[in-house]
């Protein structure tokens, strides 16, 4: 008979710190959580003292014991809900344009090279490690236009262990002639794209941790007639769906321009059957108030990406009024928009985001924390899988030690379990990130220095 202890293959024991609810961390000191032989959570006991220890094992072998020292806590994996794979080539470059003539300038010329199925190999090896070792366990990728190189960001990304949706992009129409598709290869290759990510899962031993995202770049870059199928395609294999929505106001003067026919923006989504409770909308900066009632009737997601929306001059999106309306939200970086795939750098540009709308109504740290883990999760889909430490939920998380070497993060005296995490929060870094876990397992990332 197969005793408890027999599937457990690991152990954490010390501080674990999660959101229960978007205003409410908790702080689980002298916590021992137990990982199954599936990679999910079996238990969690708290406050086990070390006279306790033994006994609270339940016979788990000590070798499976992690012991957390005294500035060590266990936190989940960073969600990034939106994320250009190609655009790291250029990460931190070109934030002296806006939106539109950014995209003209810098993105599609840098896109393009993606025809080279070698260089996009090289280039996602560095995009997907650098942001697993920015602690981000799960991401909404996008890709390109390109198939080949598509398929090889999903062996990247398999190789090195994250848990992603990954988009082929779609445009059709407004994009210049060296990143451009007809209606009919752009349909062609997302079905055998969508096709080839579900043959690799067929072959792998584990839950699979790649899910194909449908991915119209935005309504601009594509013909209705290329909207239409790609919602087909959405139902047919009941896929997730990513965009951008609201970002720039010459954006959305030029999407009405095209989609007369609709009401507003948002509804061009929604009229072309891309908007529902596996749509997660990037940015949504500028939203009338029936955008949002919209966007809160499909049960659609909204991914927050402070960072970029200032790099780019596009606005500032009003998170207060979405989590008021229930909405879900989560954190994106926006690479490249954003100068930085670190979704604690999306924590604190949310922070300072929502000062800047309304002082006496801004984000709060609770608020920040969830939306950086369930926030996201929930945006996702994934909030039965992961986003926090509830029994039965798959263990994505980070060890992260306030007072490693080289930490930007100074502990003093007087400081408290709470006190160290804020200032991890606000100042800390990958270089405080020591392991990296997703579904129970150690995440290896190429280039990382070895760490205790």
Not at 174 to 185: A, G, M, Q, V
Not at 296 to 306: D, L, N, T, W, Y
Request: with cysteine.
């Amino acid at each position: 008979m197969q005793t408890f202890a027999s599937t457990i293959s690991k152990v954490f024991y010390g501080t674990l710190i999660h959101s229960v609810s978007i205003k409410e961390i908790e702080y689980i000191l002298q916590g021992l959580l137990f990982i199954d032989n599936q990679g999910k959570i079996a238990k969690i006991v708290k406050n086990v003292s070390q006279d306790q220890l033994d006994a609270a094992l339940e016979g788990v072998d000590s070798d499976k014991l992690v012991r957390l020292t005294g500035d060590q806590f266990v936190i989940p994996g960073f969600v990034d809900t939106h994320i250009h794979a190609p655009q790291y080539a250029f990460c931190g470059n070109g934030h002296d344009l806006p939106l539109l003539e950014w995209l003209d300038t810098y993105t599609f010329p840098a896109e393009s090279r993606f025809a080279d199925k070698d260089y996009a190999r090289r280039l996602y090896n560095k995009s997907v490690a650098r942001s697993l070792r920015n602690g981000t366990t799960s991401a909404c990728w996008y890709a390109t236009i390109h198939l080949e190189a598509c398929k090889e960001l999903v062996q990247v990304i398999q190789e090195q262990g994250q848990r992603a949706y990954v988009g082929k992009v779609n445009m059709n129409q407004n994009s210049p002639d060296f990143l451009i598709e007809t209606t009919e290869s752009s349909v062609r290759d997302t079905r055998a794209f969508i096709e080839y990510v579900k043959d690799v899962n067929s072959k792998i031993d584990h839950k699979p941790l790649v899910t194909p995202i449908i991915t119209p770049r935005f309504a601009i870059s594509c013909t209705s007639d290329l909207l239409t199928e790609l919602g087909k395609l959405a139902e047919e294999y009941q896929l997730p769906i990513q965009s951008h929505l609201c970002e720039n106001m010459n954006e959305i003067g030029f999407t009405m321009s095209l989609f007369p026919e609709s009401v507003n923006y948002t509804a061009v989504y929604a009229d072309h059957g891309l908007l529902n409770d596996r749509t997660v909308m990037a940015h949504c900066v500028h939203m009338k108030d029936e955008e949002l009632d919209l966007v809160k009737e499909k049960e659609a997601g909204i991914s927050h990406c402070a960072n970029s929306n200032f790099n780019l001059k596009s606005g500032i999106a009003n998170v207060r009024k979405m989590l008021n309306k229930e909405i879900k939200v989560g954190l994106g970086t926006d690479v490249a928009g954003g100068y930085t795939p670190s979704i604690l750098e999306a924590l604190r540009a949310s922070r300072t985001a929502s000062v800047a709308l309304d002082m006496e109504s801004s984000l709060v740290v609770a608020e920040l924390f969830y939306l950086a883990t369930v926030g996201g999760a929930r945006v996702m889909g994934l909030e039965d899988t992961i986003g926090n430490f509830e029994v039965g939920k798959e263990f994505d998380a980070i060890v992260v030690n306030a007072s490693s070497d080289n930490s930007p993060v100074d502990i003093h005296d007087h400081d408290t379990v709470e006190t160290s995490f804020e200032k991890y929060l606000f100042v800390g870094d990958d270089r405080n990130h020591e392991k990296i876990f997703v579904q129970g397992k150690e995440v290896r990332i190429p280039g990382a220095a070895s760490r205790k």
